[in-house]
C-alpha cells in the first residue's frame, strides 16, 4: 500500500517538500507495514476534517503544515524498524535511525531551540522526537506549527505548551486527536478491543456533532494509557480542565478520569 501523491499535492505552491515526504514514507512503510499508511493517511484526513470546524483560524498555509505534521509524525514508528540492532538502517535508499533512544541523545542539541531537551525521558515518547529531529536534520524544516504538533503527539509539555501562540496550539491539538482518531477507527476495524468509540465520541452518533475538548481529554486519557509520569498526568488534567471550564457538571468527578474508569463505563 503506497500514499497517493494527491493526498498531499496542491494547485498552490507551497514552500514543504510533500512529494519528498510521500515519496520517503512510501519507501519505509509501501511494502512492510500497510497498516502505517493507512493511519498516517487517515490522520491527515481527521485532522483536515477537524479543522473545517474552525472556520478561517487557519490560513491556507498552516492547513499545508497541518496536513505534512499529520503525515509526518509517526515517520520514525515502524516497528520493523526495532527488529534490527543496528543503529541506522538503508531502506530502499533512505538511511533511517533505528536505536530512537541513542539517535534523540546525540540530538539533544537540536531540541534546545525548542525547549525539549530534556524530556526525552518523558511520555513524549521518543519516536517523536525522533520524527522532529530527522525532519529538521534531514529534511531542513523549521516551521514550529509544523514541529510542535509532531513533537506533541503523543504528550505535549504543558509548561512549553502554554507558551506556544493559539495558532500552534491549535494545530497541536488537532493532531493530537486526530492522531487518536485514526488509530482508535484502524483498531476497531480489526475488532480488537477498544475503551471507547472515539469518532462517536467526538462526532456524534448521526455525525454532526463536535465535542472538540471532550475528544481531546479523551485522545489524551488514551495515550497516557496507565502511566502515572507527571507530565502525561499534567498534561491529561489540564484537558479535563478546559471541558470542565465548558461543563461544570464534569467537575464533579473529583478529578481528572482515568483510562481504567473509561473502561468500567464501558
Same mark, same amino acid.
Do not use: W
Given at each position: ?38 493511519? $498516517? ?8 476534517? /477537524?479543522? %473545517?470546524? +474552525?472556520?478561517?483560524?487557519?490560513? =491556507? *498555509?498552516?492547513?499545508?503544515? $497541518? ?8 515517520? /520514525?514508528? %515502524?516497528? +520493523?524498524?526495532?527488529?534490527?540492532? =543496528? *543503529?541506522?538502517?538503508t531502506l530502499n535508499n533512505v538511511v533511517v535511525p533505528v536505536d530512537l533512544n541513542r539517535y534523540v541523545r546525540l540530538n539533544l542539541p ?157
Amino acid at each position: 500500500m503506497s500514499i497517493s501523491q494527491n493526498l498531499l499535492s496542491s494547485d498552490n505552491n507551497s514552500e514543504l517538500d510533500f512529494d519528498r515526504l510521500v515519496d520517503t514514507l512510501n519507501r519505509l512503510y509501501g511494502d512492510r507495514d500497510p497498516v502505517r499508511i493507512e493511519h $498516517l493517511e487517515l490522520t491527515a484526513s481527521f485532522s483536515e476534517r /477537524l479543522s %473545517g470546524h +474552525f472556520g478561517d483560524v487557519l490560513d =491556507q *498555509a498552516d492547513r499545508y503544515k $497541518l496536513r505534512y505534521a499529520s503525515m509526518g509524525h509517526d515517520l /520514525l514508528k %515502524g516497528k +520493523f524498524l526495532s527488529d534490527s540492532s =543496528q *543503529a541506522e538502517v538503508t531502506l530502499n535508499n533512505v538511511v533511517v535511525p533505528v536505536d530512537l533512544n541513542r539517535y534523540v541523545r546525540l540530538n539533544l542539541p537540536t531540541l534546545e531551540p525548542f525547549q525539549l531537551d530534556d524530556y526525552f525521558n518523558t511520555d513524549i515518547q521518543l519516536h517523536a522526537l525522533a520524527a522532529g529531529i530527522y525532519l529538521i536534520m534531514e529534511f531542513g524544516i523549521t516551521d514550529t506549527r509544523i514541529l510542535y504538533p509532531i513533537f506533541f503527539h503523543s504528550c505535549p509539555i504543558l509548561s512549553v505548551y502554554e507558551q506556544l501562540d493559539d495558532t500552534t496550539r491549535l494545530m497541536v491539538d488537532l493532531v493530537t486527536l486526530a492522531d487518536k482518531l485514526s488509530s482508535n477507527h484502524i483498531k476497531r476495524k480489526q475488532s480488537r478491543p477498544v475503551p471507547l468509540n472515539l469518532e462517536l465520541s467526538v462526532f456524534g452518533e448521526s455525525n454532526n456533532e463536535f465535542n472538540f475538548t471532550q475528544g481531546l481529554l479523551l485522545a489524551r486519557l488514551l495515550g497516557q494509557g496507565r502511566s502515572t509520569e507527571k507530565h502525561s498526568r499534567e498534561m491529561s488534567e489540564h484537558y479535563y480542565q478546559r471541558l470542565v471550564s465548558l461543563n461544570p457538571f464534569l467537575g464533579k468527578l473529583g478529578g481528572c478520569p482515568t483510562i481504567d474508569m473509561l473502561r468500567e463505563v464501558k
